[in-house]
């Protein structure tokens, strides 16, 4: 079995750093790094709910999610420009809000609704994992600065494994990602649940012992990433 | 543990019939009806690639979903009206792609484009894994008809399981999908593989053991599923 | 003066068929089938009207069109996908909207929009006019079920006819449609009313006989369909 | 029989005026004036053809129309600033294109485009048939400073004629347009021939000798356009 | 030095007529000509304000531009049928309300809402200063019309003056503005005072002396406007 | 007269830091703080010229400018999501190009189109400066990198300036731009050349002397802006 491009361990995540505060406006934000992926990650509140929620006593968790153009190696359309959001972006800010809402107790949050923006502005692969581990320190925040802590019901992180020449391994790169046969993709809680999960074959179909082993390796690196998280908001 | 809405068996799918050719211009086509929901499913062949593709020796397939305005309970918003797909369509016909192409040799193929359209007639909940199963039943038979049938490497199905009142069940319908904790949607192969999984906590994380039942299920789900897709090959 | 392609005789219309019921949620619903036209034609009802007939004591008849993107020899662009209708789309839907208000009495009708959906399932040429005769028939069961019955103030229903090699013939299909020197559509009324007339010289001008004689076609054709329609709603 | 709001007999048509050469730098163009309405129209000749016809050795006739925001008694939207054209618009230059293709040999033309510009200045009622009547002056002025004259086939003008409070009447204004029961917009060449027809019931359909009596005004009324045309084109 | 294309003298501008009143529906209107440039703008008054100012007690002043595709020497796009306005046209339509708007006391206007369409005709450089000059007669006629004469706090004009090879001369036209080494446009107003400016190198930066130089021409030119503006508003 | 709410002296701009290489995959690139405005600023080389310059021997610069949501005190539309981009970011980035244009030889830079992309992280004010003068840097590393460093005519900065209640004032920030009488843009070079001038009277016209004024305090502003340009370039 070959080595990774990277010279890590397959259980070997890339170093993470988590600085909060970065957008002096947002009521809540974090500006993550996980190796040369870097994404600015904002929580907003508004006092008001979409409008399928209204006199339901309930709040909502909304994400958006974007990419300079100038954040990958050849300059990308700016989606603005083009005057629309491509699938991928809209799978992705789909992704991140169905990951936070279970995160926290929308009764309890009342008719706010806070809006989750994702911000990459260097990738190196795993965007949207670090998009969702960085959006929840945001949230944290926010929720914090509104006093509303006691609303998160559960701390999440994610991480991407896949199956590559090197075998089973932890939080690929970009050159590790373009190259996988599989790619899955875990949103995972610091109590050990799951919220989701999203497997692709990318060449040919995987088996259950496959998926089983990336889920571990997953949990080895959600640990450290929950660590992160907790001594951003510690910083703060 | 209470019963399933519908009476059904927490391991019992619904009725599933195909229909080849009902779309007479395409290649290849098949009616999809899974319980209430109802999928028509066309296989168009081109000639080309898209531009990234171009000069490499290989082809490549593309998906797009969609639903009749008056498919649901309530009348939708008409796309094309509105100017852009939601970003619910995106998503699905973005997996419906993905689930499909490791199934073909690309390289093989050579340069053509297969483009799978699922249109939604009725809905009643697991309409993208009605589209897959369909898809791939029209995908089959416009490559027949092209004499490219060796081109296809694995058969596929779709079905969706969630963890719901009645514990973990096989084949929500819509009244058990819009109430589930969990959802749960696995595109699987014939020989046994993995193509896709899509796991969403719904409204609070689920633990790894009921991840594995639930693929238990979809497991017993999709070989009913691979019977009627090789019925539906052999009237034609 | 040569034969139809079809070897239909110039009065000859193509069979008609009419399937009520066929969109399970719809209000009212029909799929119809006019030779290898096939349009699913549902009528939604809701108690609201557009804002600029707010509070004027009356109601409103809408409708959308649409073609799934094989319903035709080539594939055709998704207009979702796209971004927008085409002209051509919008101008069928704004003609099935003119077709059917004048059949109902908008101020018995009352504070209530009826949208009428056609989608284009299979084409083989007029499939506006069947999209109208469709249209009617779900319109008629919807106001049936809401117990409105006594709204509706004329049958109508539509046939293109049109000036080929083989003369003045009705009910064109896609061969002789794309060749004809001069194509015309006719909303009739069952009573004998003309409740819209299209009439288009394609190639070179026509003459004022040439277009009675289409006239007169019509009222053959519309004859045959409005039997069809009452076969329709005896059915349900 | 109550009298028209503007006094005139019902075969009397609006005062005509067309200045041609108004937009100096087209080919051709002509700003037509049919009692209050004014539309200013234009035609481009590019030495090219739309895809669809590349190499076939022919030409192609487009249209576009539009509507300054206040040629209206209240201000209605800039389509340009909402980002779309109405199904309104669209149709309309549908019909304008239509209208004047089938008065050039196509064949003859060669492999050029002719897109005909109508821009509505002020309006008050007939601005499709006043875009029409205007349009065949400036692609006449355009052809003629081409030395392409000959690939004119047909004079076209147009009309529209109505079931009033006052009957049978011909060049309806905007009072009268709105109140019509029936409108219908008659395209009628020189030599007596029909281009296009399109009949409209607003309020109840209408019968057969209705439309002859309106056909009958039509021709008197596209006379005295074919005069205004002639008058035109002798001018520069 | 060489000479102007024109043969006009440095400080001479083009020849300046304003026809009020030709929009017959809106409020306010006027048809400008600078030398070949020619422009329609209109003033419409809405008893209601954009939903950021609403319950301030203020008024507001919005503009919208355009230009008919064949205003040009070649064909340009519609913007309406290409479904977005260029970069351009939203630069000059910002232009034209920031340059109304400190001329009217917002206060004393009330809640109303002043809508300015410039709408070019014909073009032959200077557009957007004939659309301002132009923009003011048609509100002054609008708020004399609405008899808020009083809310006019300053008389505004603009005119564009550059260093070509005949070096700083006033009012450009096509063909000088395509070769300018410096463009500058100067609303004005009639008391002495400065409403915008914007000046742009297009080949190579300016020095402050030529800026000024600009300006005094500026000042000419803007004199013989004031009195085009005060002859056209006596005219109605 | 007042004192500013920064307590600056009326002469005196905000602190500057240009840190050069924040974008790791861009051929040159510079994050600028101005005060409280923090902008990502990129440059992307590509070898094509956009069509109207095929084959002209020149090359040619683009700009692209956006905000991130939260950049401000309350989240704003994300112009990808809303489908397009606001008049606001059009004007700023139109302003960008035209400002760096005439600072490359565009004939000796070759068939390469550089694009500036401009994203504005944190806004305190002056973003569409702080965009030019990081954008000056970014360009000089990228034609740095692709050894064509000769190419660079002039260095630019921008500034803005404005009168306030504390008097004609340098640097404006965000308190202050929001309550001034005028604002005016400044593109300088240091070469004492004047590449583009944006003034706006916001509330009522101001006078020469003012404006004058203005210039000289943006020509002591550019002076400080020129020195952290070199100094970033040196960094690197």
């Known amino acids: 079995m070959t080595k990774r491009p ?40 508004e006092n008001k709910v979409p409008p399928f929620l209204r006199n339901k006593g309930q709040g909502w968790i909304n994400a958006e999610y974007g990419m300079l153009p ?14 629309k959001q491509s699938g991928r972006t809209q799978e992705i800010q789909r992704l991140i809000a169905r990951s936070l809402r279970p995160c926290v107790n929308l009764k309890k949050l009342g008719e706010r609704t806070i809006t989750l923006d994702c911000d990459v502005l260097n990738a190196d692969g795993g965007t949207r994992c670090a998009s969702i581990t960085g959006a ?26 896949g199956l590559t020449e ?27 649940g799951i919220v989701e999960i ?13 998926f089983f082993e990336l889920l571990r390796l997953a949990r080895l690196g959600t640990a450290k990433l929950f660590e992160a998280q907790n001594a951003a908001l510690e910083t703060l």
């Open 6 to 45: 990277s010279g890590r361990a397959s259980d070997e995540g890339r170093p993470v750093s988590i600085e909060p505060g970065f957008a002096r406006h947002a009521e809540g934000s974090a500006l993550i790094r996980v190796g040369g992926t870097e994404v600015l990650c904002t929580a907003s509140i």
């Open 70 to 83: 100038r954040a990958t190696h050849q300059r990308g359309h700016r989606e603005a420009s083009k005057g």
């Open 136 to 161: 929840w320190v945001a949230l944290s925040l926010a929720l914090r600065k509104a006093k509303l802590t006691s609303v998160i019901t559960s701390q999440v992180a994610a991480v991407s494994c």
């Open 166 to 192: 090197a075998g089973a391994v932890l939080d690929l790169d970009y050159i590790e990602d373009s190259a996988a046969q599989a790619d899955t993709n875990f949103v995972l809680t610091a109590e050990g």
């Open 198 to 210: 999203q497997g692709t074959a990318e060449t040919s179909p995987f088996q259950d012992h496959d």
